[in-house]
């Protein structure tokens, strides 16, 4: 994820990381001629996986240490972070007061207030089969009312969810381990 803050020339970048390579996360143009790295403030995670955008906030899916830090894009500046999650994984904005996110090792989405950054409900998503495939969560496209969510892991469906009421209305079924949606 690269998000430039144009009155500043501040890039934010948002990078995989490995415990063997370590990167900084925010990269000013120009420090007496050569690109160095800011100081990152607060260690991110181990897995910053993703990042939502909504109005002038960053969500950074942190997806091993189970959070998602909000960041102001404007400024850069940590504003808080929303815990409680196994292995999120994306973050998709539903209206002001609703997100989803996704998670690879729970049989739930979790449904979050982005305003008061706490997890509110979740959409149970267990397909109840005793075998390993089991309905896990990756990436939200939405159209109009229903939000259409990839199960990745092992499984072969994309689920359908009407977002007024967050009750899973179908399943698509689609080849094995479907990993984007546009």
Known sequence: ????RPQANDVLIVLRVTPQRRHRNVWPP?????????????PLGDVANAMAIRDSLGYIVINNSGKIYIINTNTF???????????????????????YVTDMYSKTIEIVNPKTMQITDSINIDNHNPNFAQHTSEQVVLNNNLAFVNSWSYDDKVLVINTNNNEVLDSLTVTKQPNSMV
């Open 77 to 99: 500046k940590y504003v808080g972070k929303i815990t409680g999650f196994s292995s999120p994984r994306n973050m998709c904005g539903i209206s002001d007061n609703k997100a």
């Open 1 to 4: 994820v690269l998000i430039q």
């Open 30 to 42: 120009q420090i007496r001629g050569q690109r160095r790295p800011i100081r990152q403030r607060a």
